[in-house]
Nanobody, 125 residues
Framework: QVQLVESGGGLVQAGASLSVSCAASGSTFSRYAMGWFRQTPGKEREFVASITGTGGSTYYADSVKGRFTISRDNAKNTVYLQMNSLKPEDTATYYC??????????????????WGQGTQVTVSS
């Protein structure tokens, strides 16, 4: 069992940067690949990025590649998503998630077992 709590969302202008964090507890954090997803009303949860348990490999959706960076600190049981050059279309609720499926294979919400409560990111134009 893993409990996840996101923090760091907010309202920013287009072009700005924002970082969100996700603190994990309850199990050996490094055993889990971690992912970030986002969701807007009426749409399915969309894959944003994922990272292996060691942090050695990362994966991104094409829509955020080059602008977002996922990282983790296993000593602090925390995964981060640094978001740069934000666009209005990045507006969503951002969720972190954990899975024991290898990060290279986990791309959909159905492959992640544990979820945080979400944090809102709003980008104004």
């Amino acid at each position: 069992q893993v409990q996840l709590v996101e923090s760091g969302g907010g309202l920013v202008q287009a072009g700005a940067s924002l970082s969100v964090s996700c603190a994990a507890s309850g199990s050996t954090f490094s055993r889990y690949a971690m992912g970030w997803f986002r969701q807007t009303p009426g749409k399915e949860r969309e894959f944003v990025a994922s990272i292996t348990g060691t942090g050695g490999s990362t994966y991104y959706a094409d829509s955020v590649k080059g602008r977002f960076t996922i990282s983790r600190d296993n000593a602090k049981n925390t995964v981060y998503l640094q978001m740069n050059s934000l666009k209005p279309e990045d507006t969503a609720t951002y969720y972190c998630a954990a899975t024991q499926i290898p990060a290279a294979l986990a791309r959909t919400q159905y492959q992640f077992n544990y979820w945080g409560q979400g944090t809102q990111v709003t980008v104004s134009s």
